[in-house]
């Protein structure tokens, strides 16, 4: 099986005699972030982190997307956090596109490296440390988990994609499959994590419009992407938010496969009242 590639080169402050015009668009149904936007100035900095900075790609806004956030986070050697959780509500998952870093769930020890996946419950004692010589990055991915009556919460787990099997989508030929982390009939979890994969001319071949909000960052390859009445170029590196109900189709392009990281929010009822 080939290596796969996650795309994870932000950074760095575009050339004075750089033209400014580029593909960011923020709309009242989708907004594209490119990767080209993701410079030094526009990283944030959280309590309780050492040697580590963000770029953050998704927030609650009202009006848009509601339910998650969704950081990239650049940890340098020696730098972590004891306490990168301040909010009992919020469950997370932490995506590992470069590096190494040890994780902490409950007093329990994980060393992830690249393609690593980690799901940590609401209300977990929880710390990373970056105890190599080179930058960790990875995406982390917090929504506040919705209890449901009769149902236990879902338990800290850590995995790796190399070893998952992606569940090909039907009639698709193979062309079209996700990389699953958590059973989709698993009621306990309110979001997923998945890993989207196409081969070279794949396609999602009718405009989904539904429920659930996305976060899709692209890790490898390009497409063209309909994003309500228009289409867009997206690459690796490239981040795409989408409110509920925005219609979406690709076809992806290029001589490589086209992946993606997307969240989503399932397996709730919608709230009647904000």
Known sequence: MKKPNYYSQMGGLPAQDNLMTGRAVFTNSYAVI????????????LPHWNKARFWILARPLSGFAETFSQYITEVEPSGGSDNPEQDLTAQSVLFIVEGKLQLIIDGKSHIMSEGGYAYIPAGSKWSVLNKTKNSCKFHWIRKSYETVEGIKPPKAFVTNEKDIKPSVMPQTEGKWSTTRFVNSNDMSHDMHVNIVNFEPGGVIPFEETHVMEHGLY???????YKLNQDWVEVEAGDFMWLRAFCPQACYAGGQSKFRYLLYKDVNRAPKLML
């Open 34 to 45: 490119p990767k080209g936007v993701m410079a030094d100035i526009v990283t944030s900095f």
């Open 218 to 224: 692209v890790l490898e390859g390009k497409a063209v």
